[in-house]
């Protein structure tokens, strides 16, 4: 049997100025042989995944759907890390195969030593090819760990142990050549993925102190949707109430949290600017979904015409 690979760029591939293809990251790879898998590879770009895109990224979970089809086992996806939590939801929304699609990649390059990419590729590849994570949707599997794409975070700048689940931890473990999984979360319809996202534009907004909502002047006009990240559970100064509120009136607008963790709350304050507040005024809420995953499933939801709240409710 096969397992396929795709090759996006990022620091798994970065060896100085020459960038590793999919064969070199797993040519005299230890641990290959026991996989019991052929690898199918696909260089598809070398790019930093600041550079990566929605419609670059859809086209690829589609070859890796045509090769499940076509009979691999699952399919691995290595990218930079700084976009790869986006990615990974983005992907798993739209993946109703029962086959694992795995993301990874490295925080430490090639060149330096104790890289991780080799050790993650063969975990993702471990985790790709095990009937235990069938029926898991898109997962992260980076140091060892199986995180699912709707919950995982990079939450470190430069820590090999970036990648983490601070709501539900991890689904569970690459121990020794074994794919050990401890939870599997009940999955979600997928959406439609033959969307145009590229028409779809949703701005995600941080509240920070002394915010005048100066920025939020004609959002209406440029953007189909906004994404709020509010203070703690959910809230915003007073004199930015009013503005949302008359802002949810034409556009859907998100509330969720800024903090990282946690999920924003609807009914423990009453202020003005209180998430009941927000929430009498129109906004959805965005429950235990970070800004960054929230705007995701706008811009799907946005892109696929389906009801943005009926969705949400499901994913909070
Ligand atoms: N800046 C890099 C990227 O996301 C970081 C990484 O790959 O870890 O492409």
Redesign the pocket.
């Known amino acids: 049997m096969t397992v396929a690979l795709f090759t996006l760029?990022?620091?798994?591939s970065m060896a100085g100025s020459h960038r590793l293809t999919g064969a070199d990251l797993t040519t005299a790879m230890p641990g290959l042989t026991d996989l019991g898998h052929e690898v199918e590879i696909q260089d598809v770009e070398k790019i930093?995944?600041?550079n990566l895109t929605a419609a670059k990224l859809l086209e690829v979970v589609e070859a890796a759907a045509k090769a499940v089809a076509a009979g691999a086992a699952g399919a691995v996806i290595t990218q930079?890390?700084?976009?790869l939590e986006e990615s990974a939801f983005l992907a798993d929304l739209v993946w109703p195969h029962p086959q694992p699609l795995v993301f990874t990649?490295?925080?430490r390059n090639p060149t330096l030593a104790g890289p991780d990419g080799p050790a993650n590729l063969l975990a993702a590849l471990r985790v790709a090819c095990s009937p235990a994570a069938r029926d898991l949707g898109a997962l992260v599997v980076f140091t060892e760990e199986i995180h699912a794409a709707r919950w995982v975070r990079k939450t470190h700048s430069t820590s090999t142990a970036t990648f983490r689940s601070p709501n539900a931890g991890p689904l569970g473990h690459v121990v020794e050549d074994q794919v050990r999984v401890l939870t599997r979360p009940a999955r979600l319809e997928s959406i439609q993925a033959q969307a145009d996202l590229d028409s779809i534009r949703v701005a995600l907004y941080t509240v920070t102190m002394d915010d005048d909502a100066l920025l939020l002047q004609g959002l209406a006009d440029t953007h189909q949707g906004l994404v709020v990240a509010g203070y703690g559970v959910g809230h915003v100064p007073a004199a930015l109430a009013p503005v949302l509120g008359d802002l949810a009136t034409r556009i859907p607008v998100v509330l969720t949290s800024r903090t990282g963790a946690g999920s924003v709350v609807r009914n423990t304050y009453h202020s003005p600017g209180s998430e009941t507040d927000l929430l009498r005024r129109g906004l959805i809420d965005g429950g235990f979904l970070d800004p960054y995953k929230a705007r995701i499933l706008l811009r799907l939801l946005l892109a696929t015409n389906s009801g943005i709240a009926t969705v949400f409710e499901k994913y909070v």
């Open positions: 760029g990022g620091t798994i930093p995944s600041a930079g890390t700084d976009t990649g490295a925080m």
